[in-house]
């Protein structure tokens, strides 16, 4: 893993750095001798340089000639890499430690990554606080560069086949999740418990879509703070935990749901936050329950595309409403990366790609978000989050209920009137 992790920061430095060039497509020079005294360096083919080294000795015309010096490119890869380096690896590192410790618990990875990232990095504010500055440069590409790229690469995990699968009771249990969860966390966090936008644009994403990783995405977009962030993961993954020991309970003692697996899998898939607690509630049902929740989860994951370029638009036609925190007027950009989302998820649903590389492709979108949690729990200050309040958690709580009544019911009435 570690040598993975080496090659594509090796890659990602050298995508970014780049050859001066100057004239008709010559590599532009330092300064060079010629009879021990400083000329500039000419940048045209046919003139040969003469070493002075080579006219004190008599050598041959042949032998006269001097070469043009190495391009810059590689000191420029080395300066990029020994900037960000530090800040990258501290990160690797603990994205790698959150991964053990995620099977033995029942905690995403990108929880443990988060946690572990405000330990070490509040850790280092007490101990050290210049430390911190020679970590800058990678934390930030950890969080913005590395954090598109694991975005990107987790479009292997969806297609369209996903879709019919399910039948359409269980995409619009789906649609009507996501939808209702995101107006409702906008109404109760915007206008009742009077929320920053950035932190309920999180919480409601995380609720609404697929837990961690969407807050992940989300803060792409809506470059939330730090701690807003870890505030975000926090709540998510608790009501997320409380979901993954209740359902189960509810398959056995609510005879509704007891009486029809495809019911609960729909139900469970639809309305439960993250991937793999939904493989847990399901694995705990039956296997018809975990297949059903499953697909139905993965629909609604693929929900988080168009959900990401409808967040960009809000923020371009009403700046005031998502970055009311900064007093550019300049319109935002759109999200590349969502865009690079779809045309993976276009790829993976026309043609077949190896199971190998998907589960590869997977296995690096994972690691990379995980180190971008990392990272942002990195330049979390526990200090912040505990400003924040109750509030957060109240928004996650009720956006949970919501998820668990309100759409029991409608999941219960789509099921028993449609296909």
């Not at 693929?302 to 319109?331: E, I, K, M, N, Y």
């Amino acid at each position: 893993m570690l040598k993975a992790v080496t090659l594509l920061l090796s890659a990602l430095a050298t995508c970014g750095a780049h050859v001066r060039l100057s004239g008709r497509g010559a590599l532009s020079m330092p300064h060079r001798m010629v009879n021990d005294q400083p000329v500039a360096a000419t940048h045209t083919r046919n003139l040969p340089r003469i070493q002075p080294a080579a006219l004190r000795t008599g050598a041959s015309p042949s032998m006269q000639l001097q070469f043009a010096a190495p391009t810059p490119s590689f000191g420029i890869v080395a300066d990029f890499l020994s900037v960000r380096a530090p800040g990258l690896a501290l990160a690797a590192l603990l994205a790698y430690g959150a991964n053990k410790l995620a099977p033995l618990t029942a905690f995403s990875p990108f929880l443990w990554a988060s946690l572990i990232g405000i330990a070490c990095g509040n850790f280092l504010t007490l101990v050290s606080p210049g430390s911190k500055e020679q970590l800058r440069s990678g934390v930030s590409f950890a969080k913005t560069r590395l954090l598109r790229a694991g975005i990107i690469l987790y479009g292997v995990k969806m297609t369209v086949q996903k879709l019919a699968l399910t039948g359409v009771a269980g995409v619009l249990a789906d649609l009507f999740a996501v939808i209702s969860t995101l107006f409702l966390g906008w109404l109760l966090g915007m206008r009742v418990l009077k929320l920053e936008p950035q932190l309920t644009a999180l919480i409601s994403s995380g609720a609404a879509i697929c837990g961690c990783s969407a807050v992940a995405a989300t803060q792409t977009v809506v470059k939330g703070e730090p701690h807003e962030v870890a505030a975000a993961i926090g709540t998510v993954v608790l009501c997320g935990t409380i979901a993954m020991f209740l359902y189960p309970l509810l398959w056995k003692f609510v005879p509704a749901l007891a009486a029809d697996a495809k019911l609960m899998g729909i139900f469970t898939g639809a309305t439960m936050h993250e991937v793999a607690g939904v493989v847990a509630v399901g694995n705990a049902c039956s296997a018809d329950v975990a297949s059903t929740a499953l697909v139905t989860k993965l629909v609604r994951v693929c929900l988080l595309a168009p959900f990401l370029l409808c967040l960009s638009s809000v923020r371009q036609w009403g700046r005031r409403t998502l970055r009311r925190r900064s007093s550019s007027r300049s319109s935002a950009p759109l999200p590349w990366f969502a865009f690079a989302l779809v045309a993976v998820a276009c790829v993976n649903s026309v043609f077949t790609v190896p199971a190998r590389m998907v589960k590869r492709a997977a296995s690096a979108s994972a690691f990379a978000m995980a180190m971008a949690m990392a990272a942002n729990g990195l330049d979390a200050d526990i200090g912040q989050i505990r400003k924040l309040g109750a509030r957060p958690l109240m928004l996650a709580g009720a956006l949970w209920l919501h998820l668990l009544l309100v759409g029991a019911g409608v999941t219960h009435f789509l099921v028993a009137r449609l296909p």
